[in-house]
């Protein structure tokens, strides 16, 4: 709760992992998943008009040892037509440091560009570039 711009009440409550048991903190982060898909393209197309990114850059010029890395482009990410498998575990997507290693390890469903194929992957890399 605030008043006049300061904070004067804040509390959490609950489990953050039910698995450790960890407490929720007031800096506890959740997953909405999919929700996010409209604010990461968002953020993801606001970079390329600041010329901070470009939706034609290669996945390559950030991953220099991924898989296929010079035939992904951001927009392929975005569309998903990069042909990065879906069905990543949620406990791979903890850091980039998992989610690279168990996308490294994987086959592609298509050659990038060639087709479509649904991908949160595509989107947790997004989400990652988003943030450099």
Known sequence: ???KGKIIFEKSFGIQDFQTQKKNTNQSRYR??????????????LLN???KLSLNDKLSKYYPDFPKGDSIT?????THTS????????????????LLKSLYGKPFAFSPGTSWGYSN????????LSQR
């Open 74 to 78: 951001i927009e392929n990410l975005l």
């Open 121 to 128: 992957p595509n989107y947790y890399l997004l989400g990652i």
């Open 1 to 3: 709760m605030a008043e």
């Open 83 to 98: 042909g990065i498998p879906e069905g990543t575990n949620p406990e791979e997507t903890k850091s980039e440091a998992l």
């Open 32 to 45: 909405i998943y999919s929700t996010t898909k409209t604010f990461t393209a968002t953020i993801i197309l």
């Open 49 to 51: 008009e600041e010329g």
